[in-house]
């Protein structure tokens, strides 16, 4: 018997482009977004009030739903299988968007921003509008990461980019019939231009599912797994980035109580924004290694195509801190000066989440694809734990800007995430290839 061909680089990146530029697309929004926001009036107190708050609450509400895309890449393997993923995943979007109105149509809106996240009193407005046009975005994120999970699986990667093109160009044209007709104030027309453009994607991925329905899935390989199967396996991979996306809002948190905080929570969403274009290669890269970690000579070649990739992002990321930078948020963004200079000084702090991003995704896959998910949660309580340590510390110095204190304990975090990431997944690429 012939040993397994070890898997080679142009197999991962056949995976991985289309991926890849899929995120991109979706890294593009937000420069578009942040463009259309400015050239409308109060633009400085509307950019914090959806980047700064309300998108942060709406990602930590929607964030059970996030791994969808992983469960259903590795436990989709027939039409039993799906339809049972089917039902869960829509049960579990109905709990989230059901927290979702509590929290933007309710008096729990202004104890959680207002009391609670003590945001300056001109953005209280601006975040609940675009909370509120942010409702159909839980249950279409999560229907579109469902479906697009199995097209990965049976090798239609390239349906989840023209999907992503779709999103673009529906994002694009509600964002010009809104500056258009000026129906919408700056943080509206931001919510309900992602709300349309992510339910036109979740569209999108149904349609090119009708390929995969009649063909891989068709038929019934073996029993569905049971629900207590879907349960133990999910549940730390939902449980993850809830907890880590709690340190958005505690990161606007406690920017609202360092100096100047309206102008430094209108930065932080375009700044994070910004560097996504180049740390969504990385979140790309967490489904092709769930795929390729049992292939033969798979921790080799993933690692150093991780570590290359990941270095190189973040080395152009880097270019956020220079005059380019400056130019840029104030050109292309079209932020006032001030913020514009605010937001190139601080890409210095930011600029490692790249590399750390796609070495994140490589320990993941391993994780994913051998079920020890419990170990990505215990790592994300790692970042969270570094993340709002540093954060207290900056609020109770005084000493520091919030986007300083913010990017650095990001940073930080992510770091301590992927030291644990890596002693848990220690070994597991190793097991694979003694099984070949």
Known sequence: MQPARPLRAADVLRDWIPLALSWLLMAIEDPFVVGAVTKLPDSTAQLAGHGGLSFPLAILIE??????????????TDRAAY????????????????????????PLFDVIVGDLMGAPAETLEPARRSLQWMTPWTWAIADRRFHQGVLIRFGHASSVTKGTGVRLLTLCLFLAVGLWTRWLDGAALAGGALSFAVFCEAIAARCFMRKVLRGPLAEHASPPP????????????????LIGFIGRPIGSTAMAQMPNPVDTLAVWGPLMGSTFLLRSVGHAFNEVVVKHAGAHGARRTLFWMGLTVGGVASLISVGFATPF???????????????AELARYAAWFVAPIAILNCMHSYWQGFLVHFHKTRAITESVVCFLVVDCVLLALGVWSGKFGGLVVAGTATSVGYLAQGTWLWWRARGLGQVASELQ
């Open 226 to 241: 049971g629900w207590k199967s879907i349960a133990v396996f999910y549940w730390p991979l939902a449980i993850t980035p």
């Open 325 to 339: 930078g400056a130019w840029y948020f104030e050109e292309v963004l079209g932020l006032e000066p001030q913020l």
């Open 83 to 106: 339809r049972r993923l089917l039902f869960f995943s829509h049960a579990l979007a109905a709990v989230c968007t059901v927290v979702h109105v509590a929290v933007a149509f309710t």
């Open 63 to 76: 964030t059970p739903i996030i791994m969808l895309l992983a469960a259903s890449t590795k436990l989709c």
